[in-house]
């Protein structure tokens, strides 16, 4: 039996179905440009909330991807917005959105097809 066929409960949300609704949820927060900000924390939130759930399945790294691309995207975000004073920020803060939505995409690709996602840039 592989670390991803281990049996869930049937009441809910299994855990496939759980890491789809973080990435989704975050993805939401990402692209609407703010606007739905809320639900990337509600992300976040979930995330930290079933970490405990998914140790030594093949979701846990998901769980732990999601929750270092959020605090590393924050910081280069804040990072880049105090740059912009010296108008550097936009450039940087720029290269930091192209990041996480690459990350976020790498992360649910690799999601979809039962992989784990592969650190890297």
């Keep these: 039996m592989a670390q991803g066929d281990i049996p869930e ?5 299994t ?3 759980l890491i789809h609704l973080i990435y989704a949820l975050f993805a939401l927060g990402l692209l609407s440009g703010g606007f739905f900000g809320v639900s990337a ?5 979930l995330a930290y909330l079933k970490r405990s759930d998914v140790v030594g399945t093949v979701y846990a790294s998901h769980i732990d991807w999601v929750i270092r691309t959020f605090w590393w ?4 975000l804040v990072l880049s917005a105090l740059a912009t004073f010296i108008f550097i920020g936009w450039v940087t803060g ?3 959105i192209i990041w996480i939505v690459y990350r976020l995409a790498k ?3 690799a999601h979809f097809a039962g992989e784990t996602p ?3 840039f």
């Excluded at 409960?9 to 949300?13: F, I, K, T, V």
């Design 41 to 45: 924390i509600a992300a976040l939130v």
């Design 9 to 13: 409960d049937s009441g809910g949300l």
């Design 15 to 17: 855990l496939r179905q």
């Design 73 to 76: 995207g924050l910081l280069w």
């Design 107 to 109: 992360g649910w690709l």
């Design 94 to 96: 720029l290269v930091a």
């Design 118 to 120: 592969v650190p890297g």
